[in-house]
């Protein structure tokens, strides 16, 4: 079945600098690949998805590539800042079943 | 706000006590999905339900069921409660039943077993 990896646990980075999160798939099936923030005291929500047919998508400062050949995709945050902290999930589906990553947990210093 | 409720917000019971956690999904969402998450840990999924009937089965205990009622909501039971089952419970829906739809989650219930 699928296995989803993702690294780092923990990011901590200077505000107003680059975050990337990255994760690999062990399914070649996978197509649809989103990405999750969870904020302290709530549950996860969408923040930008991905699907097989295409290679990067940005929207303002995310941006979320696909290397199909190598199977992962990464999560890229410019110009962080305060309210970017949180708990982020990457996730990779079939379109059967969604298998999750187990999180990264992203620390915005002052 | 997404739209997903669930009550109660926290719960503390006993162990081997039985528990009934209540979800609502989106207006119009047919699938319920749920999760368990642990201090500090990732998510677990548990089980999908689509239109009433179950769709796809995570890592959910033998002690653990749910339901999907004609009205859509959902109820997950935990039974024989033990110490280890205190965690955050999450329910989400989406509108169709394949995985390559949004989920939208739920506040989450706190479930603490004393």
């Known amino acids: 079945g699928e296995n989803v990896e993702q690294h780092p646990s923990t990011l901590s980075v200077q505000e107003g600098d680059s975050a990337v999160i990255k994760c690999t798939y062990s399914?070649?099936?996978?197509?649809?690949f989103p990405w999750y923030k969870q904020e302290l005291g709530k549950g996860p929500q969408l923040i930008i998805d991905?699907?097989?047919n295409v290679g990067e998508k940005k929207d303002q400062r995310i941006a979320v590539t696909l290397n199909k050949t190598a199977k992962h995709f990464s999560l890229h945050i410019t110009e962080t800042q305060p309210e970017d902290s949180a708990v982020y999930f990457c996730?990779?589906?079939?379109?059967?079943?969604?298998?999750w990553g187990a999180g990264t947990k992203l620390i915005i210093k002052p | 706000d997404s739209g997903v409720t669930q009550t109660p917000k926290h719960l503390i019971t006993a162990t081997g006590q039985r528990v009934t956690l209540r979800c609502s999904p989106r207006?119009?969402?047919?699938?319920v999905y749920w999760y368990q998450q642990s201090l500090d840990q990732g998510l677990q999924f548990l089980i999908q339900?689509?239109?009433?009937?179950?769709?796809a089965k995570g890592n959910i205990l033998e002690r653990f069921s749910a339901q999907q009622f004609p009205d859509l909501h959902s109820e997950l039971n935990l039974s024989s409660l033990e110490l280890g089952d205190s965690a955050l419970y999450f329910c989400?829906?989406?509108?169709?039943?394949?995985?390559?739809?949004?989920?939208?989650f739920g506040p989450g219930t706190r479930l603490t077993v004393t």
């Open positions: 399914d070649s099936a996978s197509n649809y």
């Open positions: 991905i699907r097989s």
């Open positions: 207006s119009g969402d047919l699938s």
């Open positions: 996730a990779a589906s079939n379109n059967y079943q969604l298998i």
């Open positions: 339900y689509y239109n009433g009937e179950e769709r």
């Open positions: 989400a829906s989406s509108e169709g039943q394949g995985a390559g739809y949004e989920q939208y």
